[in-house]
């Protein structure tokens, strides 16, 4: 997030926008020496809360949440991606050469699905995105905020997502399993 979309969102606030039920600000006060796991468990508190906006003013933690999603975001594309190139591939290249992208292609998909479901599925905050759109952040009541850069989860659903990636790698399971299959075979 610049700091110039959130002054702007900070000048332009719409306070009956979002209720304060809807959002929880993890405040950057320093008050002893376990500060840093004082604003994780609040996080992990208001993740399981369900909160639709989080905001997040410790830089460490704010960094630390957005890379995590952003992990999260590139194994879902990239099954994404590496299925698609899968499924295609019999369709846009010879017979012959098709097994030799899709087959690799496949199993990166499989790996990339298999470590999303194993390890992002289950955690809380893989339902969140970073937001960066500045007319969301407008809504959001930021008046109290001590940094000019927090980092703003939104709650979004992400079933359909998941199930796209899911369905995509499990197709290109099933290519990759037939056509080790026919390799093994002839």
Request: aromatic share 10%; hydrophobic share 40%; net charge negative.
């Amino acid at each position: 997030i610049s700091s110039v979309s959130v002054m702007a969102a900070l000048l332009t606030e719409d306070r009956s926008s979002v209720s304060p039920l809807d959002c929880y600000i993890i405040h950057e006060v320093y008050d002893g020496e376990l500060t840093h796991e004082q604003f994780e468990y609040e996080l992990e508190s208001a993740l399981e809360h369900q909160y639709r906006y989080i905001v997040i003013e410790p830089a460490r933690l704010g960094d630390e949440t957005a890379r995590w999603i952003s992990v999260g975001n590139c194994l879902h594309r990239t099954a994404i991606l590496t299925g698609t190139m899968c499924l295609l591939s019999p369709f846009t290249l010879p017979t012959d050469y098709s097994c030799w992208l899709g087959l690799p292609t496949g199993m990166v998909s499989i790996v990339c699905a298999t470590l999303y479901k194993v390890s992002w599925e289950p955690d809380p905050c893989c339902k969140y995105q970073v937001e960066y759109n500045a007319c969301e952040l407008s809504r959001l009541p930021l008046s109290t905020l001590r940094t000019s850069a927090p980092v703003v989860l939104v709650r979004r659903d992400d079933t359909s997502r998941k199930r796209l990636h899911n369905v995509i790698a499990m197709t290109a399971l099933a290519y990759c399993l037939r056509k080790l299959f026919e390799l093994y075979t002839d």
